[in-house]
């Protein structure tokens, strides 16, 4: 199912705007688009095909243009302002058939109640609303190579549609069963990526102070049984892997302080479902620590390698 020649599709959350340029890439879509942040949204539409994009006043606005529309800001609180602020957010207006997919990483009771709320919008043309959030970074997304977890069945009526739009956008687009699944997908897989890039910190710092190359070693893990995605391709030492973002001080990538607020929802979700998670909170302290330290704030989260010995990112030599 192709998408329709300059289909509208509303977009709503800077974070995303990496995953919006590929859909304009790779489609002949129009965007309408909005931002809280002015500046952003100019430059946007300065850098994208003449005539592909139009900024919006407010959320309103690009629902009452949009048939599906896209939104990814960092909170749940953010995500509550976008949908339910009453003079101007996307449930403002006229949601008669809309359909809303929902990209970023928030708490499980937020999306439910905005989901509940957004179908409840319109009675006679229901709205929809899935959870759709994304794994790969800034990195990924510039490439186009993420993978969205989709909160809804293969069978689902908007899932055939939806994987045409995401696969403009990502690699993977991977069903997770039903509503809220996506999220429950993206804050384990996060969990376990969190901790995994501070095990291979670790692991890497330790075998360097016994006296290996940190190129050497990690291309043993790589063929042992440590081998991992982190260790592989960010690996958190500088000049291990020369293009990530773990050799350029850490700029870009994904923050600490975003690893840290997905670590503590992934926490909570464990505890309303009575799963343990033995390594939770030694790693969430960990995180918590790098990311109130303005040295590491704002950095690619691998930064917790620098984080371990107190090193400053600034005076890293790769």
């Not at 959320?59 to 995500?79: D, L, M, N, Q």
């Not at 994987?163 to 991977?174: A, H, P, V």
């Not at 710092?205 to 995605?229: E, R, T, Y």
Request: charged letters at 20%; glycine letters at 10%; proline letters at 5%.
């Amino acid at each position: 199912m192709a998408l329709p020649e300059h289909f509208g599709i509303g977009w709503i959350g800077a974070m995303g705007w990496p995953m919006a340029n590929q859909l304009l890439k790779n489609s002949s879509t129009n965007l309408v688009i909005f931002d809280v942040n002015q500046d952003v949204l100019d430059q946007f539409a300065r850098e994208a095909p003449s005539g592909r994009v139009e900024i919006a006043g407010n959320a309103k606005e690009v629902a009452a243009k949009s048939k599906y529309i896209f939104t990814i800001v960092p909170e749940g609180r953010h995500v509550k302002d976008v949908y339910l602020t009453s003079e101007t957010g996307l449930l403002a207006g006229n949601t008669s058939g809309k359909v809303f997919i929902d990209c970023s990483t928030i708490d499980l009771a937020t999306s439910k109640a905005v989901r509940e709320t957004v179908e409840s919008s319109h009675a006679e043309n229901p709205a929809r609303f899935h959870d759709c959030p994304v794994s790969g970074g800034t990195a990924g997304a510039s490439k186009g190579i993420i993978t969205f977890m989709c909160g809804m069945n293969e069978s689902d009526v908007d899932f055939p549609f939806l994987r045409n739009i995401l696969s403009t956008m990502g690699k993977s687009i991977l069903p997770m069963g039903g509503p809220g699944l996506g999220l429950a997908a993206k804050l384990s897989n996060n969990y376990l990526s969190g901790t995994i890039a501070l095990a291979t910190s670790e692991a890497m710092n330790l075998g360097m102070k016994l006296g290996i190359d940190p190129k050497v070693l990690s291309d043993c893990f790589d063929k042992g049984s440590a081998a991992n995605w982190v260790n592989a391709t960010v690996n958190p030492v500088p000049g291990v892997c020369p293009t990530a973002v773990t050799s350029k001080r850490y700029q870009g990538g994904f923050k600490v302080q975003l690893m840290e607020k997905d670590l503590k929802l992934a926490a909570e979700a464990a505890d309303n479902v009575g799963a343990r998670l033995v390594l939770a909170d030694t790693t969430i302290a960990a995180y918590h620590s790098a990311a109130s330290d303005p040295r590491y704030r704002d950095r690619d989260s691998r930064v917790v390698y620098q984080w371990l010995e107190g090193a400053d990112p600034e005076e890293t030599k790769e």
